[in-house]
Nanobody, 117 residues
Framework: QVQLVESGGGLVQAGGSLRLSCAAS????????MAWHRQAPGKQREPVAT???????NYLNAVKGRFTISRDNANNTVYLQMNSLKPEDTAVYYC???????????WGQGTQVTVSS
């Protein structure tokens, strides 16, 4: 059973930075896409950033130019560098990986990011 372990969340002032990490508990031969989603209190969960196996990235408009997703395939790890954080970025952030064959999706338990004004 694959488990994803997230780290790097916390409390930061507006304008600050955080780097989230997410590693798979088992060595996985083939990971397709990796992603970060977030869910703020009272709101629906939304995709923040995705990265394909080929390295193509896609971002939520609200975070473009501030967040960067990257991956380390050798270590089955995905990162989210978050700069110029805003209070509206406050949410629980979840990482996800799509594993081949079959694109089976796994999700982490979530890590809290709180941005104070």
């Amino acid at each position: 059973q694959v488990q994803l372990v997230e780290s790097g969340g916390g409390l930061v002032q507006a304008g600050g930075s955080l780097r989230l990490s997410c590693a798979a508990s088992l060595r996985i031969a083939r990971i397709n896409a990796m992603a970060w989603h977030r869910q703020a209190p009272g709101k629906q969960r939304e995709p923040v950033a995705t990265i394909t196996s080929g390295g193509s990235t896609n971002y939520l408009n609200a975070v473009k130019g501030r967040f960067t997703i990257s991956r380390d395939n050798a270590n089955n790890t995905v990162y989210l560098q978050m700069n110029s954080l805003k209070p509206e970025d406050t949410a629980v952030y979840y990482c996800g990986m799509s594993v081949l064959p079959g694109n089976v999706n796994y999700w982490g338990q979530g890590t809290q990011v709180t941005v104070s004004s």
